[in-house]
């Protein structure tokens, strides 16, 4: 069955440190992957999204990055956090090959950067 | 310019009433995707049902209706037969972009701001 992963489920991480946080979708290839960041009470911003292996594009300017080292993985990182990069995070991802239009988002990661 | 707009911020509806949530977009392009998602308290985004500009009918999914005015650009889900676990917040979407020969979409989805609906027994 065709599953996406995200891990940790919370984190709480100071000011300045880094920040890696991992995306693994199961039962498919070349899947398309995004990356959104969702701030309290609002709606969603992607950040970034990818086609295929080592292919990121950004959406939104700032102190984060997106790779994707493998094809069912995609890792959002941080040098250093700052306290607007508190948030919940959403991985969502299309089957590869699928003829499917729809983003399904895994279960999301909530950031607090103090 | 907002690409989304949800101007409800918040909706109530009583068990087993219908309730319609408001979406209207803005877009020049020809083919695009309509989407909506539920969001409970636990985070997770749930998709509900989806619209292709293209399709003649209103888009169903049980409960969940699609009421699509292409003229009008406006998306509103219909939610039949409220029941208490429906209460969430619920978020338009819309997917613009290109969409490869095997059908699989390049383009990123847009949000509103959502609505929060809460249902009272």
């Known amino acids: 069955s065709q599953t996406i992963h995200q891990w940790p489920a919370t984190l709480v991480q100071p000011v300045g440190s880094p920040l890696s946080l991992e995306c693994t979708v199961e039962?498919?290839?070349?899947?398309?992957l995004y990356w959104y960041r969702q701030a309290a009470g609002r709606g969603l911003q992607l950040l970034f999204y990818s086609v295929g292996i080592g292919q990121i594009s950004s959406e939104v300017p700032q102190n984060l990055s997106a790779s994707r080292p493998q094809d069912r993985q995609f890792i959002l990182s941080s040098k250093k956090l700052l306290l607007s990069d508190s948030g919940f995070y959403l991985c969502?991802?299309?089957?590869?090959?699928?003829?499917?239009?729809?983003?399904?988002f895994g279960p999301g990661t909530r950031l607090t950067v103090l | 310019a907002q690409k989304i707009t949800q101007t409800q911020p918040g909706m109530f509806v009583q068990e087993k009433e219908a309730v319609t949530l408001d979406c209207t977009y803005d877009t020049s392009d020809q083919s695009y995707g309509l989407f909506w998602y539920k969001q409970p308290s636990s985070g997770e985004m749930i998709f509900l049902i989806y619209q292709g500009s293209y399709d003649e009918q209103n888009a169903t999914e049980g409960r969940y209706s699609l009421n699509f005015q292409k003229a009008r650009k406006s998306a509103n889900l219909v939610i039949s037969a409220s029941q208490l676990g429906d209460s969430a917040m619920y978020f338009c979407a819309m997917r613009e972009g290109l969409v490869d020969a095997g059908g699989t979409s390049y383009g990123k989805l847009t949000f509103g701001q959502g609505t929060i609906l809460t249902v009272h027994p």
């Open positions: 039962g498919t290839s070349n899947p398309n």
């Open positions: 969502a991802w299309i089957p590869g090959f699928s003829g499917t239009d729809t983003q399904y």
